[in-house]
């Protein structure tokens, strides 16, 4: 490819012009309502203007950000109004949506699912253009979203059916079952606005909490095709949505005491500040994903082609801006360069463009304070002693940022501790394999770990401390989330609870059980519940 500069990148911007029609947005999205207890609120108040990190050719020969819409900015009045129809529709477990048998649950989810894929192509559209996430990974998004949430279903049935039946033990009958918590606050990311945002908000509502609802900074308006959804689908008051600054509403929300679970994707500081406001804290039950730091660890037997490839996707995939990426490679100093050259040479081969271009690898960041970001923490290495290896690495143009490898990263610097959260590549060396493992052991983070490497005593060997250290070992592959089925957790300050399709049914429910003592009476009694369906907790039922 070309050597890129700054005008190559200001060339990868279109002209208003030149974006294919069918991946346009027909006109800016002005959101002007919420939804809470059911029914559609008016706002007008102030609003935020949703810049795209999609910037176009301007006459004066510039290049700015596209204006896409706009959204509620509310306050603590608003967020009051959707937390009180949250804890109205779930009244203290009484209400239709945690008394409803699952059954039922799984009908209106499934309404609200086909309700969601008609809305498919305008969802993802506005998923690449909020967050400049390629159009072919924005389809995957939705579409792996809504598997998700049909395995989800699945897994909430044979979670229940395993339930429905009576055990009996040193004299007791007995039925357990999973029930809910309460009301939810849930917050996803920018990222993955959609998949990460319902891999927590599914779970909850399919368990029977009620849920306000709050959408991230950046991925906002994608949310506005399925209010329609969410009101029709479900009861009144069982979600909620509120538009507002999280540092301003959510401490004012947790500190009611009427929030009973923190579902929240975003940074452990945060996570930290807000559990401190709620005044029972120990009441509160946190599902956090948190910040991560995942490493590499790159032995001398590695084989380099496949584990360039593999480096180059962790590292790399939508810029970089995932919890599960790869942010630190640790090579052993005999292969380092090699490895740096092929890596870099690979890493050329990437293509940079605008997110519906077939093939593309690098977007446009979210914003300006991104590229600001990267900038800060390249000049911070450069400061102590490290490179950019890559031709053009570190390059940019507004959003467009192009990825740097910097070498070599010591303690110290910004970039060997720091999660980075975009296309930014640091890399360090090792002699002696404990180095490596001090790196991991020594780190605020736990989520995952990749060991590259052909020698089965010697992996074997790393795996059982680092085990211990992080929630997932990855062998000659990069860090991932998926499938959905498995465990996603993390330790330290990287995750509280574990989110898989049936972890997180358990996460967002507490097991309850009814008892009776094995007599006669006792086993008429339940047998009458049941044959007259006196009860929606209390039944032998299976759902197919």
């Known amino acids: 490819m070309s050597t890129i500069d700054f005008e190559t990148l200001k060339q990868r911007f279109p002209a208003a012009a030149d974006i294919p029609e069918e991946f346009r947005l027909a006109s800016p999205i002005?959101?002007?309502?919420?939804?809470?207890?059911?029914?559609?609120?008016?706002?007008?108040?102030?609003?935020?203007?949703?810049?795209?990190?999609?910037?176009?050719?301007?006459?004066?020969?510039?290049?700015?950000?596209?204006?896409?819409?706009?959204y509620p900015v509310m306050g603590d009045t608003e967020s009051e109004a959707a937390l009180d129809a949250a804890v109205k529709a779930y009244d203290s477990g009484r209400g239709e949506w945690p008394t409803m048998a699952?059954?039922?649950?799984?009908?209106?989810?499934?309404?609200?699912?086909?309700?969601?894929?008609?809305?498919?192509?305008?969802?993802?559209?506005?998923?690449?253009?909020?967050?400049?996430?390629?159009?072919?990974?924005?389809?995957?998004?939705?579409?792996?979203?809504?598997?998700?949430?049909?395995?989800?279903?699945?897994?909430?049935?044979?979670?229940?059916?395993?339930?429905?039946?009576?055990?009996i033990a040193e004299g007791t009958i007995g039925q357990i079952r999973r029930t809910p918590l309460g009301v939810v606050l849930c917050m996803g990311p920018y990222n993955y606005p959609l998949n990460e945002t319902f891999a927590t908000l599914i779970p909850a509502l399919l368990m029977g909490n009620t849920v306000v609802f709050k959408p991230p900074q950046y991925g906002t308006l994608l949310f506005y095709p399925l209010l329609e959804a969410f009101r029709d689908a479900f009861p009144k008051g069982v979600i909620n949505t509120i538009y507002a600054p999280g540092a301003v509403v959510v401490p004012h929300m947790l500190a009611t005491g009427k929030i009973n679970v923190l579902a929240l994707i975003g940074s452990s500081k945060?996570?930290?500040?807000?559990?401190?406001?709620?005044?029972?804290?120990?009441?509160?039950?946190?599902?956090?994903?948190?910040?991560?730091?995942?490493?590499?660890?790159?032995?001398?037997?590695?084989?380099?082609?496949?584990?360039?490839?593999?480096?180059?996707?962790?590292?790399?995939?939508?810029n970089g801006q995932r919890c599960t990426a790869l942010k630190m490679l640790i090579v052993h100093e005999s292969i380092v360069d090699a490895f740096l050259a092929r890596f870099t040479e690979a890493l050329g081969k990437l293509k940079v463009g605008m997110p519906w271009e077939t093939g593309v690898n690098i977007t446009p960041l979210p914003g300006l304070h991104r590229t600001a970001y990267m900038t800060d923490a390249i000049d911070d290495a450069r400061a102590l002693g490290a490179h950019v290896v890559n031709d053009a690495g570190g390059t940019f143009c507004q959003t467009l940022f192009y990825p740097a490898v910097v070498y070599p990263v010591k303690e110290g610097m910004k970039l060997y501790r720091e999660e980075q959260f975009g296309p930014l590549i640091p890399v360090t060396t090792f002699s002696d394999i404990e180095t490596a493992l001090e790196y991991v052991i020594t780190s605020d983070h736990g989520q995952q770990v990749s060991i590259f490497g052909s020698d089965p005593a010697q992996i074997g060997e790393l795996v059982d401390p680092l085990v211990n250290q992080v929630c997932r070992v990855n062998l000659n592959c990069q860090c991932q989330r998926g499938p959905d089925v498995f465990?996603?957790?993390?330790?330290?300050?990287?995750?509280?609870?574990?989110?898989?399709?049936?972890?997180?049914l358990r996460a967002f429910s507490i097991r309850s059980m009814v008892a009776a003592k094995q007599t006669e009476d006792s086993k008429a009694l339940l047998d009458a519940i049941v044959n007259d369906h006196q009860s929606k907790f209390v039944n032998t039922g299976f759902i197919f």
């Open 30 to 70: 002005h959101q002007r309502i919420s939804l809470v207890d059911g029914e559609f609120v008016n706002w007008d108040g102030a609003c935020k203007t949703v810049l795209s990190p999609i910037c176009v050719q301007q006459p004066d020969g510039s290049v700015q950000q596209v204006e896409i819409g706009s």
């Open 102 to 167: 699952v059954a039922q649950r799984i009908a209106c989810m499934q309404d609200f699912i086909k309700r969601m894929v008609a809305q498919r192509q305008l969802i993802v559209n506005l998923i690449m253009w909020e967050i400049g996430k390629s159009l072919a990974d924005s389809r995957k998004e939705f579409d792996r979203t809504v598997e998700y949430m049909a395995a989800t279903i699945e897994a909430l049935k044979e979670q229940d059916n395993s339930n429905s039946r009576f055990i």
């Open 270 to 318: 945060v996570a930290d500040h807000l559990k401190k406001q709620h005044p029972k804290s120990h009441r509160l039950r946190a599902i956090l994903g948190l910040d991560a730091k995942n490493a590499a660890i790159i032995l001398p037997d590695a084989d380099l082609d496949l584990t360039v490839k593999e480096c180059l996707l962790g590292a790399l995939s939508f």
């Open 487 to 504: 465990p996603f957790a993390g330790r330290k300050d990287s995750a509280e609870g574990t989110l898989s399709v049936t972890d997180a």
